[in-house]
Structures are given as structure tokens and as C-alpha cells.
């Protein structure tokens, strides 16, 4: 038996995996990176596609701390759009279509080149926590481990077991091996395990796709890349098509209802509201007629398309009608079989907001084993796990994310203060400050936090500064006043009503038709960059709102910065409902904040939590 | 284990029955030291001998076990017999076998924490105990009844429905969702709207059930004020003479008139002076008549067509009809005789101006200050959130309606973000 030691052993290559590991790399710990098998380093399990609403944010504030998911999905672009045109900047979101070969391709090679950080093939089989506080990790061939900290980031392969109609396999996602024995250490190591659901569709042929029937949709041009490192993004490389269910779906749903797993009993783990399969949709929204279908391309290399909208665990017979029923896909050839797939997961409320476990400190989670769904949320946690990883190894203070800057924060915070009865996806409306939260502006929230932390290089540390820099300038000319003759070209091309009077640059750039670009065409704004120009418009356009959001997080920071002691014992506080008393002990919440946010706390135990913190500081 | 409190639970003074409850874990021990026999099941109001230091009462018990009691603690409650020294003496000695006193409102309080009772619930209750009027109790009881919680609660599902539309379309866009356009949109936050501003007007109302109307009683020196509050009053309250200047300071007494409480302020009597007392008192009187409800501008003197300066409403009376040689020159002024107690006219020609009817009509009342606030403030909200819908963009506007969904949300004490996210995926088929 060899003992090989590490600093820091992150379990698992997938998206968390692989930001938790080259972060903990590039911040200078010897690190091991275990996978199952070498060929799923960042595979894209689900759909080919990175961003979308809430995501896009995610991924752009991974960029901002120094991640890589970001540089990774510029590098395998097929095509770019940005959604919510139109509904306002705080919910502008970026999403990709990538190349999921290249995608693969293009992390694994980065992961290789980073110094530091070494891939092995090796399923996990056991963690044990050593009397001297370091970690030892079996491996199925019957290696070990040995380290400081572990990072658990398993993605969904612990005990997982995949379902298409009555046919069970144990087996990860698509084929791959799954991960049999590590929760049976994880139980041992005093977590509570529970088990989600989520579900994948049919991967089809192209040629066999009748593309008459369907809207093509191409990306954009206009739109940023992720990576605040990447100059520009290429040309759409391969479209999606849109398509639609038809009545026949509904009927053939409908008939073979009783062969479904999720509604015959056959699957007990708890899936996700919001990534409904097809006989899901179908039987709990009866009334409506039809549903939408995306297809999207998997990769270059290949003619497989994934049939978004469509995710199904009936038997493979009966998704072959259901595919046929689908306006275009009369006649497809299916690649790959619609699966739903059960997996483990731990109950993240175990862990505090580095995400370390609160009870075995040097053992961290990340990804979709506390509980979330999507790669950009398994990502954000990876980078922040695995900066903490590093930072417990060399005795440095912990590195939390914050509700007020940044979607990762409202993320962990979510995950370690409520108990998930679903997989956790993030939305635009978890983020109660996301005016202030945008896609524009991660960089400017997050740089210096990512420079710090030591992600950011100079190169990238100075790109930002020179933005903040082009920023300030603006902001400094927002006063001065530009005579009607100077302006009113402009407004009336614009259509806006000239008023005769002199107005400053920012009442102009208030107006609702005038963008900042408008106003550098009259001689201001020199030499600045485009998203600079954004900012300044956004500042001012949005003022008044930013503002308010301002103040409410000022309001919110009140009892945010209210701490609560780790040793009080809540049972033993007046006052308190039971319910309030056994919920606090359990999560053990930093602050009132925190405390407010745990569900079964109510406003009335925070203010008897209020008055028990007066009454202690009183007495000391 | 939690303090085990005791209190007069009727009110104090003399009564055919009066009632001493306790609340606490220890509340049926104690009970059990000094009442026998005592009752064998909860709930069962049982006759025994409940023994003092000072005599031996008869009188009835009984218990409820927790959670099943008011304040969803062990509850004990003893009917005994009226009268301020029996009470005292009972509480006593529960307070000797280990209770402690109840502070004010305690016993509401233990039931809210207990979660026996929402916010407004344990508010309306406080306002039942503090109603000194019948029409205060109602709106009391209709608090009680949560009324103010049912209709705040419709009207937060309306608002949950229109944040639930506009977040599925900021978290969706590439759904087919069959959403609502901003013009029905705008309709239905412009209904909320108009219904807000209901409850916020029954406040007026609310008030004068709650504390009564304050009536302002000014005039020059001499002219009968204090005569006419005592004669309002049916008692000597105010001193009386002849000497000018004798009210110095203002004073204030409650008389209620059929339901309505009225306030009446004695003040000083208005006249240039140097004397620095009077100066006080005449500031004070000022002062009085600004931030009353009306004001009762009384004179002596049958020609005098002055009005008092104040943008309150007011009412000139003129006072000692008997000794007036001729009518009074202005026909819409009331016309009385302090001395002789004749001024039943005022109270009847106040009841008439506040509307009496209105309050014993209206179904709803906002009598509570804190209920008053949030309602304002989501008015202020909403209403700003209806003029961005065509000004902004609908990340800003999902935003500000949330807001106005979460101060509703103070009303009743609830406030659960994951409501939002619930009410998406209930109503739209949405995802991958």
C-alpha cells in the first residue's frame, strides 16, 4: 500500500471539480484531482449550453475571481445569444451553445498545463479522517492518499442509478461508471444523505431531422464574450432549431402513463420543478397544447443533436413515438435514449459559507452533491471551495460571497440556510439586490476580491483597473453643461423634445432614446471603451433604482452584521418556538440575517434572538 | 422552563365575577397547592375551595393543557368572586407558590411566540383590552376575526400572481408562456392600488373609534369655557370663577356621547398679555386648537362674528343664552347656557359632524398605527411601481411589486421569498 501525499485532494472532475482544483493549484497547494474516468473531465452531461438566465451571471463572476469556466466556454463557442433583450439589464443573461468534445478537450488540457495539479483516474472509495486532522482517500485499485484538506465535488455519481422505463441500470450518467461506495463514508462521517432525481432527453441525428418544420436560430454578433480575457467570439459555428410537441404527444403520454417510473413509484428520489421531463409537463399542465422544443447542436465533430424540452424516463419504446410525435422528428433517428438518474447528495445546511463541513473542518463540498443543479452552480461553488481548500491548508482567514455582490453568494448562502427539497437551480429571483448583480459589471464587483485572493493575474488586474479608471473620467464630465445648439442635432434625430435650455451630460444621457455612445459623438467620453461607456449610461439611467437597492442592502446589513455567537445553545433561550429552537441548533446560522433566511424561523424569534443579544452584551 | 405568570384577566373595580389566570409550565402545580379539588380533566370548569393566607374562597377552576390554551402554555384560570380585595388576594397567592406577575400585553405575547397567534391576531386582541368604546371593540373584534389579515392576504396573492408572471418571464425568456400584457397587468396593481386606499381611508375612522375625537375649546377670558366642559362633562372639573385668566394650563377630559369618545380640551382664554404664565397657557391653547379635530370657538357676546384662526373645522357657540337682550347675529352657531347645563346640542351636532353612522356601518377599520404605516408605504410603492411600468424596464418593475408584496407582508407577519418561486412553477410549465 503507498501513501502519497497532497496538500489538498479535490474528488471528482467535473465543473465544480475543476474550478476547486485549479484554483487550489494556481493558489500553490500540490493538488490531486480523482476522477472515475479521465474521459469526463468537464462533460457536459445535459445540454450542450452554458449561461442562460442567472447562470450567465454566474459564470461571469467566476471569470472575475480568476476561474476558468468562462475562458473555457469562449475557447469552445458554437454560437452566443444574450436573452432578455428588452427586460432590463439586471436580467440581460449570456448563453452559449458549446462544443461539448472541445469543451472537454479544452479544460482537461488546461487542467494538464497547470502546475501543481495532478489528474488521475481512480474512483474514490473511502475518506477517512486521520487523528493528526489530515484526510486519507482509498481508491478502487486500492491506492491512498493522503492530504490536508479534501474537496468533494461527485457531481452526481454516488450511488447512481439510471432509468429508462423498467430497465434500472447503476451506472453514472451517460454509461459511465458511478461512484458505489464513498456515501457509505460519508454517512460514517456524520451527514445526512438524501437522494435527488434529474433527467436528460434523447440525443438525435441530424439528417434524420426534417429542418422544414422548424425556426432556425442563429447566435448573435454583438455580444461580449464570458471571459473578461477574451477579445471576441466567433461567428455562429452551427444553428439551433425550434420545433414543437403535438396533440399526438399529449395522446401517446397519456396512454402509456402507467409505463412512466415517475408516476408508477419506480423512482423515489425528488426531482427538479423547473427541469420537468416531457410526460411531467404533459400530465400536470393538461390544458396546454403544445410544447416547445429546442434542438441543439452536441459538437462540431458530430451530427448528434439534444432534444431540449424533451427529457423522458419512459421505456425506450415508448420515447420512440414520443420523438416521432414531435413537428419535424417524424422520422429521427434516436442516438442516445432519453434517462432520468438518482443520485446521493448531502444536506448542505451541514456546511458554513466557505463551504466547509461545520462539524469536520478541512472537508469541503462543492457542486451537485450539496443539492444543486447546472454546471455554472456547480462551478461557483468549486472556486470558492477550493480557495477556502487552499486558504484552511496555509492557516489564512476564510473567503465568503456575500448576498449583496454576487449571485455565488446568494447560491451558497440558499444552499447552507434552507434545506433543499428539490435541486437547487438558481434564478434571477433568488437574487433579492440583482439590479445590482448584473452580467455588466462582475468584474467590477468581484476583480479585486479575485486579485486578493491571488486568481488575478496582472494582465487581467490591469485590464480592470483600466476600466475603473475610463469609469471615473466619465463620471467626471456628467456635470457639465452642453448648450441646446450642441445637442439639439442629436435630440431631434433621436426624437426626444429639446427643451432651449442648457443641459448636463448626465440629464442627457437620462434621456430614454440617448445612449452614452450618443453622447461621446458630441465631444465627450474620449477614449472610452464600449463597456465603460455601458457602465456610465447604466449609473445613470438607473440611478434612482441602484440607489434604493443601495439602501435596502444597507437595511438588510443590519442584521447581517448582527453576529451570533457558535456556542449558544438555542434550546435554552426563552421564548423560541420549538420549531425555531431545533432549526437553529442544526444550522447554527453566522448572523440574524442568516438566521431571518432559515425557514421555520420567524420574524417573531428573530426579535426574541434580538432582545437575548441585548441581553448578553448587557450582562458582559 | 419558562416563568409561570398570573393576572387579573377581567377588568379591575367592582364586578359580580372576576377572573385570575395563570400561564406558565408551572402553572397547574401551582394551582394544584392551593385549589381542591382540583379539576380531574382539562378543560372542565370545576366548583372546590381556593385556600389564601387571609380566608377560604368558593370559587371555580379550571385548566387547559398546552398547546391547547390561549397562550399555548399550561394555563390555569380561577372565576372567583367580584370585588378588588378577593382578586388581590388570590393573586397573591398564587405569586407566593412561585408565579410571577404579568407584565402588560404578556400573556398576548406568550401566545404570538407560541405562534397561537399571527401578528395581527395578537394586535387585535391588545386593541380588544384597550377598546373603551363599543365601536373601538368592533373594530377590535373585526382585527380579532382577521379581517385586515384575510383581505391583506388577497391581496397578496393578486400581487403574487402578477411578481410570479413577470419572474417567469425575466427567468424564462425562451418559454412560450401565455403571460399577461402590461396593460392587464397595470389594471390589476391599479385595483390593489384602489383598495388600499380603502382600508387607508377607514383610518380616519379608525382613529376616532380608537381614541375619540378631540375637541379644542377656545375663546376670549371669561367667556364660560371651563363653565362649559364641566357642563359637558356633568361633572365639576375645571375650576370656575370670575376672575380673568383663571385656566392657565389646558386640560383634558373624555365624555362618550351614545358610541363615540369625545376629548374635550379646556384651554386658557386668548388675550395680549405679559404675564409669562398666561403667555404659556395661551401658547398651549393655540397649540391645542391646531391638533384638534374641531374646535369650539365659545364667546358671550351675541354680535361678536369673529372666527377663531385655524384651518380645523369649528364651531362658534355662544355661551350665557341667559342673559343674552337679543338673538345671537350669526344663525349657524349653537346657542347655550353653560350655567344651566343646557348644551346636549353640541355633543348632538359633534356626533353628527364625525359621521357616527359611518363607523357603525363600515366593516373595517384600521385602527392600529403600525398597520396604518405599512399600508402607506405600499401605497407609495405600488403606486410609484404603476407609473414605471411604461418608465422602466420590468426587471426594475418584478422588483418594486415584490416590495409592495413583502411590506403587505408586515401586516400579517408573513414573509416567505420561496412564495414567489412556488407560485412560478404551479402556474407555468417551464424548464428543459
Same mark, same amino acid.
Given at each position: 500500500m503507498t501513501n502519497k501525499n497532497y496538500d489538498i485532494i479535490v474528488i471528482g472532475a467535473g465543473h465544480a471539480g475543476c474550478e476547486a482544483a485549479l484554483a487550489s493549484a494556481r493558489l500553490g497547494c500540490n493538488t490531486l484531482m480523482l476522477a472515475t474516468n479521465l474521459d469526463t473531465v468537464a462533460y457536459l452531461a445535459c445540454n450542450p449550453s452554458i449561461g442562460g438566465t442567472a447562470k450567465g451571471q454566474i459564470v461571469k463572476e467566476i471569470d472575475a475571481l480568476g476561474g476558468e469556466m468562462a475562458i473555457n466556454a469562449d475557447k469552445s463557442l458554437l454560437q452566443m445569444r444574450m436573452l432578455n433583450r428588452g427586460k432590463g439589464p439586471a436580467v440581460f443573461s449570456p448563453r452559449a451553445q458549446v462544443d461539448k468534445n472541445v469543451y472537454h478537450i479544452n479544460m482537461k488540457r488546461t487542467v494538464e498545463t497547470t502546475p501543481n495539479l495532478h489528474l488521475r483516474q481512480g474512483e474514490a472509495t473511502a475518506i477517512e479522517?486521520?487523528?493528526?486532522?489530515?484526510?486519507?482517500?482509498?481508491?478502487?485499485?486500492?491506492?491512498?492518499?493522503?492530504?490536508?484538506?479534501?474537496?468533494?465535488?461527485?457531481?452526481?455519481?454516488?450511488?447512481?442509478? $439510471?432509468?429508462?422505463?423498467?430497465?434500472?441500470?447503476?451506472?453514472?450518467?451517460?454509461?459511465?461508471?458511478?461512484?458505489?461506495?464513498?456515501?457509505?463514508?460519508?454517512?460514517?462521517? /456524520?451527514?445526512?444523505?438524501?437522494?435527488?432525481?434529474?433527467?436528460?432527453?434523447?440525443?438525435?441525428?441530424?439528417?434524420?431531422?426534417?429542418?422544414?418544420? $422548424?425556426?432556425?436560430?442563429?447566435?448573435?454578433?454583438?455580444?461580449?464574450?464570458?471571459?473578461?480575457? $477574451?477579445?471576441?467570439?466567433?461567428?455562429?459555428?452551427?444553428?439551433?432549431?425550434?420545433?414543437?410537441?403535438?396533440?399526438?404527444?399529449?395522446?401517446?403520454?397519456?396512454?402509456?402513463?402507467?409505463?412512466?417510473?415517475?408516476?408508477?413509484?419506480?423512482?423515489? /428520489?425528488?426531482?427538479?420543478?423547473?427541469?420537468?421531463?416531457?410526460?411531467?409537463?404533459?400530465?400536470?399542465?393538461?390544458?396546454?397544447?403544445?410544447?416547445?422544443?429546442?434542438?441543439?447542436?452536441?459538437?462540431?465533430?458530430?451530427?448528434?443533436?439534444?432534444?431540449?424540452?424533451?427529457?423522458?424516463?419512459?421505456?425506450?419504446?415508448?420515447?420512440?413515438?414520443?420523438?416521432?410525435?414531435?413537428?419535424?422528428?417524424?422520422?429521427?433517428?434516436?442516438?442516445?435514449?432519453?434517462?432520468?438518474?438518482?443520485?446521493?447528495?448531502?444536506?448542505?445546511?451541514?456546511?458554513?459559507?466557505?463551504?466547509?463541513?461545520k462539524h469536520i473542518p478541512g472537508m469541503f463540498f462543492a457542486g451537485q452533491i450539496n443539492g444543486t443543479s447546472g454546471y455554472e452552480e456547480a462551478a461557483g461553488q468549486g472556486i470558492v471551495a477550493g480557495i477556502n481548500a487552499e486558504r484552511y491548508v496555509h492557516g489564512k482567514a476564510p473567503f465568503t460571497l456575500r448576498r449583496d455582490n454576487s449571485y455565488i453568494g446568494v447560491l451558497i448562502d440558499d444552499i447552507t440556510t434552507k434545506e433543499n427539497t428539490e435541486p437547487y437551480r438558481m434564478m434571477t429571483s433568488r437574487a433579492e439586490h440583482r439590479l445590482i448583480l448584473r452580467q455588466d459589471n462582475a468584474d467590477l464587483r468581484l476583480t479585486e476580491l479575485g486579485r486578493q485572493i491571488g486568481l488575478v493575474d496582472d494582465a487581467r488586474y490591469a485590464k480592470y483597473l483600466h476600466k475603473k479608471h475610463q469609469i471615473e473620467q466619465c463620471e467626471k464630465q456628467l456635470k457639465e453643461v452642453v448648450s441646446p445648439k450642441l445637442y439639439g442635432p442629436l435630440f431631434e434625430q433621436k426624437n426626444e423634445p429639446v427643451s432651449g435650455a442648457g443641459l448636463t451630460v448626465d440629464e442627457i444621457l437620462r434621456r430614454t432614446n440617448i445612449t452614452a455612445k450618443d453622447v461621446q459623438s458630441l465631444g465627450f467620453f474620449d477614449e472610452t471603451d464600449d463597456d465603460a461607456l455601458y457602465q456610465i449610461e447604466l449609473n445613470c439611467k438607473y440611478r434612482g433604482y441602484i440607489e434604493k437597492e443601495k439602501d435596502a442592502i444597507e437595511q438588510a446589513n443590519k442584521l447581517e452584521n448582527k453576529p451570533l455567537p457558535n456556542d449558544i445553545d438555542y434550546s435554552k433561550i426563552d421564548g423560541l418556538r420549538l420549531e425555531a429552537r431545533q432549526k437553529l441548533n442544526k444550522i447554527r446560522p453566522r448572523n440574524l440575517g442568516q438566521a431571518g433566511r432559515i425557514l421555520g424561523v420567524s420574524p417573531a424569534d428573530i426579535q426574541i434572538l434580538i432582545v437575548y443579544l441585548a441581553q448578553n452584551i448587557h450582562k458582559q | 422552563m419558562n416563568k409561570t405568570i398570573v393576572a387579573l384577566s377581567t377588568a379591575r373595580g367592582r364586578a359580580a365575577i372576576s377572573v385570575v389566570r395563570m400561564s406558565g409550565d408551572n402553572s397547574i402545580e401551582i394551582a394544584k397547592q392551593f385549589f381542591r379539588p382540583f379539576p380531574q380533566k382539562p378543560n372542565l370548569?370545576?366548583?372546590?375551595? &381556593?385556600?389564601?393566607?387571609?380566608?377560604?374562597?368558593?370559587?371555580?377552576?379550571?385548566?387547559?393543557?398546552?398547546?391547547?390554551?390561549?397562550?399555548?402554555?399550561?394555563?390555569?384560570?380561577?372565576?372567583?368572586?367580584?370585588?378588588?380585595?378577593?382578586?388581590?388576594?388570590?393573586?397573591?397567592?398564587?405569586?407566593?407558590?412561585?408565579?410571577?406577575?404579568?407584565?402588560?400585553?404578556?400573556?398576548?405575547?406568550?401566545?404570538?411566540?407560541?405562534?397561537?397567534?399571527?401578528?395581527?391576531?395578537?394586535?387585535?386582541?391588545?386593541?380588544?383590552?384597550?377598546?373603551?368604546?363599543?365601536?373601538?371593540?368592533?373594530?377590535?373584534?373585526?382585527?380579532?376575526?382577521?379581517?385586515?389579515?384575510?383581505?391583506?392576504?388577497?391581496?397578496?396573492?393578486?400581487?403574487?400572481?402578477?411578481?410570479?408572471?413577470?419572474?417567469?418571464?425575466?427567468?424564462?425568456?425562451?418559454?412560450?408562456?401565455?403571460?399577461?400584457?402590461?396593460?392587464?397587468?397595470?389594471?390589476?396593481?391599479?385595483?390593489?392600488?384602489?383598495?388600499?386606499?380603502? &382600508?387607508?381611508?377607514?383610518?380616519?375612522?379608525?382613529?376616532?373609534?380608537?381614541?375619540?375625537?378631540?375637541?379644542?375649546?377656545?375663546?376670549?377670558?371669561?367667556?364660560?369655557?371651563?363653565?362649559?366642559?364641566?357642563?359637558?362633562?356633568?361633572?365639576?372639573?375645571?375650576?370656575?370663577?370670575?376672575?380673568?385668566?383663571?385656566?392657565?394650563?389646558?386640560?383634558?377630559?373624555?365624555?362618550?356621547?351614545?358610541?363615540?369618545?369625545?376629548?374635550?380640551?379646556?384651554?386658557?382664554?386668548?388675550?395680549?398679555?405679559?404675564?409669562?404664565?398666561?403667555?404659556?397657557?395661551?401658547?398651549?391653547?393655540?397649540?391645542?386648537?391646531?391638533?384638534?379635530?374641531?374646535?369650539?370657538?365659545?364667546?358671550?357676546?351675541?354680535?361678536?362674528?369673529?372666527?377663531?384662526?385655524?384651518?380645523?373645522?369649528?364651531?362658534?357657540?355662544?355661551?350665557?343664552?341667559?342673559?343674552?337682550?337679543?338673538?345671537?347675529?350669526?344663525?349657524?352657531?349653537?346657542?347655550?347656557?353653560?350655567?344651566?347645563?343646557?348644551?346636549?346640542?353640541?355633543?348632538?351636532? &359633534?356626533?353628527?359632524?364625525?359621521?357616527?353612522?359611518?363607523?357603525?356601518?363600515?366593516? &373595517?377599520?384600521?385602527?392600529?398605527?403600525?398597520h396604518l404605516s405599512c399600508l402607506k408605504q405600499a401605497k407609495l410603492q405600488l403606486t410609484e411601481a404603476i407609473a414605471d411600468c411604461d418608465k422602466t424596464t420590468l426587471d426594475v418593475v418584478a422588483n418594486e411589486i415584490k416590495q409592495v408584496w413583502q411590506t403587505l407582508g408586515q401586516i400579517t407577519g408573513t414573509d416567505a421569498s420561496e412564495d414567489v418561486i412556488d407560485r412560478i412553477y404551479s402556474k407555468f410549465c417551464l424548464g428543459k
Open positions: 479522517r486521520n487523528p493528526d486532522g489530515s484526510f486519507s482517500v482509498a481508491t478502487a485499485v486500492k491506492l491512498v492518499y493522503k492530504a490536508k484538506a479534501v474537496v468533494l465535488c461527485c457531481g452526481v455519481y454516488l450511488n447512481s442509478r $439510471t432509468i429508462v422505463g423498467d430497465c434500472v441500470r447503476n451506472s453514472g450518467p451517460n454509461g459511465f461508471a458511478n461512484a458505489k461506495y464513498l456515501t457509505e463514508s460519508l454517512i460514517e462521517l /456524520g451527514f445526512k444523505v438524501s437522494r435527488f432525481k434529474t433527467g436528460t432527453p434523447a440525443r438525435v441525428k441530424l439528417d434524420s431531422i426534417d429542418l422544414t418544420k $422548424t425556426v432556425e436560430q442563429t447566435g448573435e454578433a454583438d455580444v461580449a464574450p464570458f471571459s473578461y480575457a $477574451t477579445d471576441s467570439i466567433p461567428a455562429t459555428k452551427r444553428s439551433c432549431y425550434l420545433t414543437y410537441s403535438t396533440a399526438e404527444t399529449k395522446r401517446i403520454i397519456s396512454d402509456n402513463k402507467q409505463l412512466a417510473p415517475i408516476y408508477n413509484g419506480s423512482i423515489n /428520489g425528488v426531482g427538479p420543478r423547473y427541469c420537468p421531463s416531457i410526460e411531467d409537463k404533459i400530465i400536470r399542465f393538461a390544458d396546454k397544447e403544445r410544447h416547445q422544443i429546442f434542438l441543439e447542436p452536441e459538437s462540431e465533430e458530430t451530427d448528434e443533436f439534444y432534444v431540449q424540452g424533451a427529457s423522458s424516463s419512459m421505456p425506450a419504446s415508448v420515447q420512440e413515438q414520443i420523438y416521432h410525435s414531435i413537428e419535424g422528428l417524424e422520422n429521427v433517428e434516436i442516438m442516445r435514449d432519453a434517462y432520468a438518474i438518482e443520485y446521493d447528495c448531502i444536506d448542505a445546511t451541514q456546511l458554513d459559507a466557505t463551504l466547509m463541513a | 370548569l370545576k366548583l372546590g375551595t &381556593l385556600t389564601t393566607s387571609h380566608f377560604d374562597e368558593h370559587a371555580m377552576c379550571v385548566y387547559f393543557v398546552a398547546p391547547h390554551s390561549y397562550t399555548g402554555e399550561n394555563t390555569v384560570e380561577f372565576h372567583c368572586h367580584g370585588g378588588t380585595a378577593v382578586a388581590q388576594a388570590v393573586i397573591e397567592t398564587c405569586l407566593e407558590h412561585g408565579a410571577v406577575m404579568a407584565q402588560n400585553g404578556e400573556f398576548s405575547k406568550r401566545a404570538f411566540i407560541n405562534g397561537k397567534q399571527n401578528l395581527t391576531n395578537a394586535e387585535g386582541i391588545i386593541e380588544m383590552i384597550d377598546a373603551e368604546t363599543a365601536s373601538a371593540a368592533k373594530a377590535g373584534a373585526n382585527l380579532l376575526e382577521n379581517k385586515l389579515g384575510k383581505r391583506i392576504v388577497a391581496l397578496q396573492d393578486t400581487l403574487l400572481d402578477i411578481v410570479s408572471s413577470c419572474e417567469a418571464a425575466l427567468d424564462y425568456p425562451e418559454e412560450d408562456l401565455e403571460l399577461p400584457t402590461v396593460e392587464t397587468s397595470k389594471q390589476k396593481l391599479t385595483d390593489i392600488l384602489c383598495k388600499i386606499n380603502e &382600508l387607508i381611508s377607514t383610518a380616519t375612522l379608525g382613529k376616532v373609534a380608537k381614541y375619540g375625537i378631540d375637541v379644542a375649546i377656545v375663546g376670549k377670558p371669561n367667556v364660560g369655557k371651563s363653565s362649559l366642559l364641566n357642563a359637558l362633562l356633568g361633572v365639576d372639573r375645571a375650576i370656575v370663577s370670575d376672575i380673568q385668566g383663571t385656566t392657565r394650563d389646558t386640560l383634558t377630559e373624555s365624555v362618550n356621547y351614545r358610541d363615540i369618545r369625545f376629548n374635550f380640551v379646556d384651554t386658557a382664554g386668548i388675550r395680549e398679555s405679559n404675564n409669562e404664565i398666561e403667555i404659556e397657557g395661551i401658547k398651549r391653547a393655540r397649540k391645542a386648537a391646531d391638533s384638534a379635530d374641531v374646535v369650539l370657538h365659545v364667546t358671550d357676546d351675541p354680535t361678536d362674528r369673529s372666527v377663531y384662526p385655524t384651518i380645523r373645522p369649528q364651531v362658534r357657540i355662544y355661551n350665557k343664552s341667559d342673559l343674552f337682550k337679543s338673538e345671537p347675529c350669526c344663525v349657524d352657531s349653537l346657542v347655550v347656557s353653560a350655567k344651566y347645563g343646557d348644551v346636549e346640542i353640541i355633543k348632538e351636532t &359633534l356626533y353628527e359632524m364625525f359621521s357616527a353612522q359611518d363607523i357603525e356601518t363600515s366593516d &373595517l377599520l384600521i385602527t392600529n398605527e403600525r
